[in-house]
């Protein structure tokens, strides 16, 4: 009943624009339905800012849809100017190709292709924008776009109304290649649905248009809020930077932190986005957590629930044994073989040469990647957060590095477990 996926979307906060809102939940109802959302390579690797839309591709497949998942080899070449404050930096064919191939792997692992015949495409739109030439670009598709209406698109009018270099060309024929991929799914896959973020409502209207005018075609559209945060900070940012889908990038125990991390006033919220728990279920964790006297549950369901979508069950396994060893044991019952394996589990780790130390602890952690400024170091060691193996450093560390990593200081000889404040660990192996 894929009415009742739109409802359970509803229920979720998950739904924020429909274009065709009457007639969709009945048409959804109708049969198997093919739907899309487009994800460019902006980068070698997703974000969790993604993680919606492709665990909605999966909610409608789980309903008996269809999903394919377009990975934008064409428009990563362009940039798409849906309210940046500026023009994106261009990235060679060969940087844009190489991201490509990772965003095509990553997207794949949320949709299920060996489902019959609601299995699922993964897809690249330079397959029919490569070989077109500029003449039929603009004959054949380009008359059937207003400038006077792309103007008005609200991402397209605050650029050109901001101060500064307003918007580029290339940026501005963004909103057509975009609304040509709806085109060309609908006329090849009859592909009828087209997901995306609510800063998408521009692009994918006029894809709308687009399939009408070139192929007859009756297709949909659907927004999904962009996650914020209760406090107003920007969702999926930490002081080390973005948190991503690539565990070389940010390894399954420091994505399993971020979520353990979340605030009270969210973790409810991000229940009903990032996991498949019936909104029953997160009620009912929700009420257990106002009667319980201490800690919520909640921030611990939904990392293991988040952890295990996005690193399966032995990113998981690997993420709860760092945090039972850092946060509930005694490092001084930790094997050699066991740091080896903390390090293979994930935790961020590097090699150590005593001999070529920097001048300052302050500098060591910075270069770790601990921290991205020798403020928040200092700051931690007038406080006493800084530990090297379990021992609290002074403010007069700071300039003597060796003796913070003298070799009787080593856990077996070699092993280095600094902590940062309460939460970030770096585990240093001496050469």
């Known amino acids: 009943m894929s009415s009742a996926l739109i409802a359970d979307l509803r229920a979720r906060g998950l739904l924020f624009q429909l274009a065709g809102e009457e007639a969709l939940p009945g048409w959804l109802d109708g049969g198997m339905r093919t739907l899309y959302c487009g994800f460019d ?21 789980r309903a008996g849809h269809r999903p394919i998942a377009l990975v934008g080899g064409a428009t990563g070449l362009i ?35 060996d489902a019959g ?9 330079l397959d029919w ?51 040509l991929d709806f085109a060309e799914l609908a006329n090849r896959h009859d592909c009828t649905l087209q997901l995306g973020g609510s800063d998408q409502w521009g692009n994918i209207t ?39 889908l690539d565990p070389a990038r940010t390894s399954p125990y420091a994505f399993y932190q971020f979520w353990l991390g979340t605030a009270d006033a969210d973790v409810y919220r991000f229940l009903r986005y990032f996991t498949f728990l019936e909104v029953a279920e997160i009620e009912a964790i929700e009420r257990a957590d106002a009667e319980r006297q201490g800690r919520p549950e909640a921030q611990g369901v939904l990392a293991r629930e988040v952890t295990r979508l996005v690193h399966g069950d032995e990113g998981l396994a690997a993420a709860e044994r760092i945090t039972r060893c850092l946060f509930e044991g005694d490092l001084g019952t930790l094997s050699a073989g066991d740091f080896a394996q903390l390090r293979l589990d994930g935790l961020p780790s590097s090699s150590l040469d005593r001999s070529a130390l920097p001048g300052t602890l302050t500098q060591t952690l910075v270069e770790a990647g601990m921290a991205k400024s020798g403020k928040q170091v200092k700051d931690a060691l007038g406080s006493g957060a800084v530990l090297v193996n379990g021992r609290a450093l002074a403010w007069d560390d700071n300039a003597a590095p060796a003796g913070c990593f003298a070799p009787e200081r080593a856990l077996h000889g070699r092993f ?3 902590r940062l404040g309460k939460k970030k660990y770096h585990l240093f192996e001496a050469a």
């Open 206 to 244: 006029a894809g709308i248009d687009l399939a009408r005018r070139l192929h007859g075609k009756q297709v949909y559209g659907l927004t999904l809020p962009l996650i914020t945060k209760a406090d107003g900070t920007k969702f999926g940012k930490t002081e080390s930077g973005t948190i991503w």
């Open 41 to 61: 390579p902006t980068a070698d690797s997703l974000h969790i800012g993604s993680l919606v839309p492709l665990l909605t591709l999966q909610r409608f497949q």
């Open 79 to 113: 940039g798409d100017p849906s309210f940046k404050a500026q023009e994106r930096q261009l990235n060679t064919p060969e940087i844009v190709g190489g991201w490509v191939e990772k965003i095509r792997d990553q997207v794949s692992r949320f949709i299920d292709f």
């Open 117 to 125: 015949p609601q299995s699922a495409l993964v897809v690249n739109n």
């Open 129 to 179: 924008t490569q070989g077109m030439d500029v003449l039929t670009f603009l004959r054949d598709i380009g008359k059937h776009f207003s400038v006077n209406a792309m103007v008005q698109k609200e991402s397209v009018r605050q650029r050109i109304e901001r101060e500064g270099a307003g918007i580029s060309y290339t940026e501005f024929s963004y909103m057509i290649l975009q609304a």
């Open 416 to 418: 280095y477990l600094v």
